[in-house]
């Protein structure tokens, strides 16, 4: 069966631009994570959503949200990028909540 | 604050012996325990987990020890390979909250021939 796909792979944007990236789990997941990492600040979890309702929430700024669609896809967006918010970011999916994560390649973002 | 931590972010390996990955957390809640894997411009794998009513979990080359009165848990490649050479994660969650995965930084293995 196929994995989670995310795109775009790759993008670069500038500052204070906005973004959305996507997430199609693997079929019949109805959890969706998303993740950023950085090479000082390993895995950051951003949020999780379980039949479209946000679960869980980490610590980032009001400018980090997401949505889950009632096909479980997700969809994230970052506005008024900042250059900190290069990184790689994951999107993992789930049968539900908190096991059996399965990752896609995630989106490498650069902000220049 | 760092919940889940692995103090060593490299370790260097010799093809054929062994890896020793370790893996210290605080909050005794935690009672599942998880292990992936991470090459360059992928995404982690799962590679191995283990449960609080347990010590130990074995799958092939990999086995997972669990000291919950030290709060520790490390994991061991036996032989370690080149194709090992990847980041380590370690993360844990409490089933009663919300199952929230808690990662630490990461170990980056390099086995060599």
């Known amino acids: 069966k196929a994995g989670v796909t995310q795109t775009p792979r790759y993008l670069i944007k500038t500052r204070g631009q906005q973004v959305t990236l996507s997430c199609s789990p693997i079929?019949?997941?109805?959890?969706v994570s998303w993740y950023q990492q950085t090479p000082g600040q390993g895995l950051q979890f951003l949020f999780e959503y379980f039949s479209e309702t946000q679960r869980n929430k980490g610590n980032f700024p009001g400018r980090f949200s997401g949505r889950q669609f009632s096909n479980s896809r997700s969809e994230m967006n970052v506005s008024t990028l900042e250059l900190g918010d290069s990184a790689l970011y994951l999107c993992?999916?789930?049968?539900?909540?908190?096991?059996?994560?399965?990752f896609g390649s995630g989106t490498r973002l650069t902000v220049v | 604050d760092q919940q889940v931590k692995q103090n060593s972010p490299s370790l260097s390996v010799q093809e054929g012996r062994i890896s020793i990955l370790n893996c210290d957390y605080t909050n005794s809640m935690f009672d599942y325990f998880l292990w992936y894997k991470k090459y360059p411009a992928e995404g982690p794998t799962f590679l191995i987990s283990i449960s609080s009513i347990k010590d130990k979990n074995e799958d092939g080359r990999f086995t997972v020890f669990l000291n919950k009165s030290a709060k520790h848990l490390s994991l061991h490649i036996v032989p370690s390979q080149p194709g090992d050479s990847a980041v380590y994660f370690c993360?844990?969650?409490?089933?009663?909250?919300?199952?929230?995965?808690?990662w630490g930084l990461g170990t980056s293995l390099a086995v060599n021939p």
């Open positions: 993992a999916s789930s049968p539900s909540q908190g096991t059996g994560y399965t």
């Open positions: 079929s019949g997941h109805r959890s």
């Open positions: 993360a844990a969650y409490n089933a009663g909250n919300n199952r929230k995965l808690i």
